[in-house]
């Protein structure tokens, strides 16, 4: 397990650097040893290990014990610890209880191959449907052994431009306001604008 899921953090990288390409070869190549581990192991849906916003190799892991409490009027897990938000892309969400979402190649490295697929319950994350393929995301990320990379707090993210050059900015609007600095310079806020449908 503990070998997959830093050989998994290696090949993902850090905010700013691309991920080893060498450890997401090896990372797919122990995904089914992962699998048949988790046979024989007790609770294997259960994410033991979170991937935390430090840039410190094996600090960039956070244990589940004292991480996250379930909130029953949200239907999320709430996090105590500083854990890292990912993007990607919805791929498959038509089943209530499995779908896949694509880690953003850019988190991994620039060469072309396949991403990351990340496990996510599309009923629980509000995600559930047709309509919602390739709708644009962001997330947090735990292993467990059935699922490898899991996606917990799953939130739409959405497209608005910068009124000084018009470049698109990806922000998320359920946390309420949100400022986010174009590569202008000139100041974006989710909530006055009008977003548009990716």
Not at 143 to 172: D, W, Y
Request: aromatic share 10%; proline share 4%; with cysteine.
């Amino acid at each position: 397990y503990y070998l997959y899921v830093l050989t998994a953090v290696l090949a993902i990288g850090v905010k700013n650097q691309s991920g080893s390409r060498m450890c997401f070869a090896e990372m797919k190549r122990l995904r089914p040893q992962l699998q048949r581990a988790s046979q024989s192991i007790g609770r294997p849906k259960i994410s033991r290990e979170f991937v935390a916003s430090s840039t410190c190799g094996i600090r960039r892991l956070l244990h589940n014990h004292d991480l996250k409490k379930w909130d029953p009027d949200s239907r999320t897990w709430k996090f105590t610890g500083h854990l890292e938000w990912f993007s990607g892309t919805i791929r498959i969400c038509h089943k209530e209880a499995t779908g896949i979402i694509e880690l953003d190649m850019g988190r991994v490295t620039q060469s072309r191959f396949d991403g990351i697929e990340v496990f996510f319950a599309p009923a629980a994350s509000g995600f559930c449907g047709r309509r919602y393929v390739n709708i644009r995301v962001k997330f947090l990320i735990g292993f467990s052994f059935q699922h490898g990379p899991e996606a917990f707090n799953v939130t739409e993210l959405k497209r608005f431009h910068c009124e000084r050059c018009g470049n698109s900015i990806e922000m998320s609007t359920t946390d309420g306001p949100q400022v986010v600095h174009c590569k202008c310079g000139f100041p974006v806020t989710a909530k006055k604008q009008t977003s548009d449908k990716l």
